[in-house]
């Protein structure tokens, strides 16, 4: 498998774990944003996606719907940017 096929592949399983989270609320606001941004993701933000969706779903939908703060450890810069993208598919 050459390294395209494999980005090709995290890239789809990555998109099925975010459309599939558990709660349909996660599913809208993280797996629209992998599927917004999904053919422009390289490896190393295909790692801290990955990095992210290991995180509890009520932990994640929590600091993504700001009801908690995100703990230091967690991508904040990411979880901001979906924030952001949901911002901007309601906006419009």
């Given at each position: 498998?050459?390294?395209?096929?494999?980005?090709?592949?995290?890239?789809?399983?990555?998109l099925y774990r975010a459309e599939h989270?558990?709660?349909?609320?996660?599913?809208?606001l993280i797996g629209g944003y992998v599927a917004d941004h999904l053919d422009s993701?390289?490896?190393?933000?295909?790692?801290?996606?990955?990095?992210?969706?290991?995180?509890?779903?009520?932990?994640?939908?929590?600091?993504?719907?700001?009801?908690?703060?995100?703990?230091?450890?967690?991508?904040?810069?990411?979880?901001?940017?979906?924030?952001?993208?949901?911002?901007?598919?309601?906006?419009?």
């Amino acid at each position: 498998m050459t390294d395209l096929e494999n980005v090709e592949v995290r890239r789809k399983r990555l998109l099925y774990r975010a459309e599939h989270r558990g709660t349909q609320e996660l599913d809208i606001l993280i797996g629209g944003y992998v599927a917004d941004h999904l053919d422009s993701l390289d490896h190393a933000q295909l790692d801290r996606l990955e990095a992210l969706l290991d995180n509890e779903e009520t932990d994640l939908q929590a600091w993504i719907m700001g009801q908690r703060d995100i703990p230091a450890d967690a991508d904040h810069r990411l979880i901001d940017a979906i924030r952001e993208h949901q911002i901007k598919r309601v906006g419009t």
